[in-house]
C-alpha cells in the first residue's frame, strides 16, 4: 500500500538506516497495512483507491 508506505517514510526521513531502524519500519509498515485491512473488513473504512476515485469524481465537477 503505497500511502501507508508513503507515510511511513516521511516518519523515517531523518532517523538513520540502521538494521533495526529498517526492522523497525518494517514492522510498523505490516502492523499499520494489517489494521487498514481489518478496519476495511469491519465496514469502518473504505479502500482508499475507491475513496481517491470517488473524490476525484466529485471535484472533477
Known amino acids: 500500500?503505497?500511502?501507508i508506505r508513503n507515510y511511513?517514510?516521511?516518519l523515517f526521513l531523518n532517523?538513520?538506516?540502521t538494521a533495526e531502524t529498517q526492522k523497525?519500519?518494517?514492522d510498523l509498515l505490516s502492523i499499520m497495512e494489517d489494521h487498514y485491512y481489518e478496519l476495511i473488513e469491519e465496514g469502518k473504512m473504505k479502500p482508499l483507491v475507491q475513496s481517491l476515485t470517488n473524490s476525484a469524481l466529485l471535484t472533477s465537477f
Open 1 to 3: 500500500m503505497n500511502t
Open 8 to 10: 511511513l517514510d516521511s
Open 15 to 17: 532517523v538513520p538506516k
Open 24 to 26: 523497525a519500519k518494517k
